[in-house]
């Protein structure tokens, strides 16, 4: 019974799965994912996310979004976008902030035609990750680079650049303020997901890739994770580090603290250091997510 109680919470929750009932008790459920085929563009969901169950999206008040001390649960149904500081044609919606007790900031920004990007202030560094659309990025000296989704590129801090996209793109982007570390000098890098090797994770099952060097310039990182329906995280991880996460695809169950949140493309999370936290993948398609960690730097 309790197992059948956990089940239906999830399903009222986020809404996956339809459940009908028959003379002899429950049948088999049936997955709106089911009528998602694979014709639809990489991170698709990241920009057409399900908002909320359909029961329940017209009930006042209602979100997934969660803000405590420690982190927190960003759902679209709570993006708030508005014009980007700089930028041209551009909406932004910040999911990350120092305001919430993070070192950097996490945005997505939706470019619109004729749109281009402006800087971030002086010594901060970037990092964009196409997930919709294509940009382009142009640097100081006048060579451009076409990033189409699952590409990115990192932008040393007071480094001359500008994107610019002609139709509707949509890209994450991550901004911190750099730990300039002696005789380290951190350069430009242009690259894409799937030209990044699988590296070994011991006594884990999910796939790593990372999309920055191990190197001492750069003090964070980029990680893509995934996991396969069922696998799980066999660390419960408690470390210095702090996150931001954005899921590209799939849906699961994040223990943060001590909450367990469902959870599924489009959503982001904040992770402070010494949360505890911990990921489960459901479903029957791959999750895949983002995950931003700082590196390479003594936390005094």
Request: charged share 15%.
């Amino acid at each position: 019974m309790q197992t059948l109680q956990i089940f239906l919470l999830l399903s009222v929750t986020l809404g996956f799965v339809e459940v009908g009932y028959s003379d002899g008790g429950f049948c088999s459920a049936r997955s709106v994912l089911d009528s998602e085929t694979s014709s639809k563009p990489l991170y698709w969901k990241v920009t057409n996310p399900t908002l909320s169950p359909s029961h329940l999206q017209d009930l006042p008040g209602f979100t997934r979004s969660v803000y405590k001390r420690d982190h927190a649960l960003i759902t679209p149904e709570s993006h708030v976008f508005s014009p980007l500081p700089d930028w041209t044609n551009t909406l932004g919606a910040y999911l990350i902030t120092p305001a919430m007790g993070s070192h950097f900031v996490m945005y997505l920004a939706n470019m619109q035609g004729n749109s281009r990007s402006g800087l971030p202030p002086h010594d901060v560094e970037r990092f964009i990750f196409v997930v919709k659309g294509t940009v382009t990025l142009t640097n100081g000296s006048g060579f451009s680079n076409e990033l189409m989704v699952d590409s990115y590129a990192y932008l040393p801090p007071n480094f001359e650049h500008s994107l610019r996209a002609d139709k509707s793109s949509t890209i994450v982007v991550f901004e911190r303020r750099y730990a300039a570390s002696e005789n380290h000098i951190a350069e430009q890098i242009i690259g894409s997901t799937d030209k990044q090797p699988l590296l070994e994770s011991p006594g884990e099952v999910f796939q790593l890739r990372k999309l920055l060097p191990a190197s001492m310039p750069y003090d964070f990182n980029i990680h893509i994770m995934d996991f396969q329906p069922g696998e799980f995280l066999n660390v419960k991880e408690v470390h210095y580090n702090q996150h931001g996460l954005l899921l590209l695809e799939g849906q699961g169950i994040y223990r943060l603290g001590d909450n367990w949140y469902p959870v599924q493309a489009g959503d982001a999370i904040w992770m402070s250091p010494f949360v505890p936290q911990w990921y489960a993948a459901l479903g029957k398609t791959r999750t895949r997510y983002l995950l931003y960690k700082d590196v390479n730097r003594n936390p005094l």
